[in-house]
């Protein structure tokens, strides 16, 4: 049972990839005209191109992709840049220069106008294949466009005349150009010149903050010295309370001493004073007999008698 059902699934697998992959197939009978072959013809008067679409699942789709191709070969005939053919179809509807606001409109001229008529450029035939494919229908248009040489010149006028007008707008925009590059050139030397002024302020704070950090440790060690002197202005205060108080007592001692020295100048004096004394009656002693001596010194008149048992 399982391997019926895998065979199954691998069968239906198979059948979807073969149908997502199968290729539109042409359904339509008429045959391919021979000009679709010929992409570029003329005459004597026209220029005759063969536009080409790819397939589209709507039939105004490839009309409108046709158109555009081969009005797009007429333009590189003319020598019109790629990207200048949308600004030429939008400058030119029909034979008059009336100017298209958007792309779109372009698109929608395309589209409604069956002749394709930009300028003197028209549709003169066209061809369709149809195909079916696995959504549905295709078509692919072919259509053979015809233009008179004459639009070729005019084409080319159109050429020239944008051509100036963009030099005109280049040499315009160089103008503006120049009015803002030196103007931008005059703000950038200003803002150059604030950036200095920046730098320098940086450099400025850099040296201040520096010269701050110095004083801020210069400072400290102020503070450390004023508490050292303050400690030793203490201390020295103490020592001269001292030294004031040794004065004092040596003041005092000098004091005495002055009395004692006033004593002993006195006791000196007296001590000389009873030496002469001594000496004055010692000589006296030794000139008198003791009892002259003695009755000298004792204030008697006369001399007394001793009586020596």
């Known amino acids: 049972m399982n391997k019926l059902f895998a065979i199954l699934l691998g069968a239906s697998l198979v059948g979807c990839a073969s149908t997502a992959h199968k290729q539109p197939v042409l359904i339509s009978d008429d045959s391919k005209p021979s000009w ?4 570029e013809l003329e005459d004597s008067t026209h220029l005759f191109f063969t536009g080409i679409s790819t397939k589209y699942a709507e039939e105004r789709k ?7 191709d081969a009005l797009s070969k007429f333009l590189d005939y003319c020598g019109l840049h790629t990207k200048l053919h949308e600004k030429y179809i939008s400058q030119v509807d029909g034979n008059t220069a009336n100017v298209l606001t958007a792309t779109n409109k372009i698109e929608t001229h395309l589209e409604t106008n069956s002749e394709a008529q930009v300028g003197q450029f028209r549709i003169v035939k066209k061809y369709m294949e149809v195909y079916n494919g696995t959504r549905g229908k295709f078509y692919k ?5 015809s233009v ?7 084409v080319k006028a159109w050429k020239k005349e944008n051509d100036l007008q963009k030099i005109t707008k280049l040499k315009s925009l160089n103008s503006e150009q120049s009015e803002i590059i030196v103007q ?4 950038l030397d200003a803002v150059q010149k604030q950036l200095e002024q920046l730098t320098f302020l940086k450099e400025r704070v850099s040296v201040l903050s520096t010269e701050n950090t110095e004083l801020i440790t210069e400072n400290k060690q102020l503070k450390e010295t004023f508490h050292k002197d303050k400690e030793t202005i203490e201390d020295l205060t103490v020592r001269v309370d001292k030294l004031a108080e040794v004065n004092k007592i040596l003041k005092d001692d000098n004091d005495d001493v002055q009395v004692i020295r006033k004593n002993l ?3 000196l004096k007296t001590a000389e004073y ?12 030794y000139n008198k007999g003791p009892g002259e001596a003695l009755a000298e010194l004792l204030g008697v008149k006369e ?3 001793i009586v020596i048992d």
């Not at 248009?141 to 466009?145: I, N, P």
């Open 303 to 305: 001399r007394p008698v």
């Open 62 to 68: 490839a009309l409108k992709d046709a158109k555009y």
């Open 36 to 39: 679709v072959e010929e992409y």
């Open 265 to 267: 100048i006195d006791a």
């Open 141 to 145: 248009m072919y259509v053979f466009a």
């Open 274 to 285: 009873m030496t002469h004394e001594a000496e004055h009656w010692r000589e006296k002693y």
């Open 184 to 187: 931008t050139s005059e703000e």
């Open 148 to 154: 008179p040489k004459t639009e070729v010149a005019l």
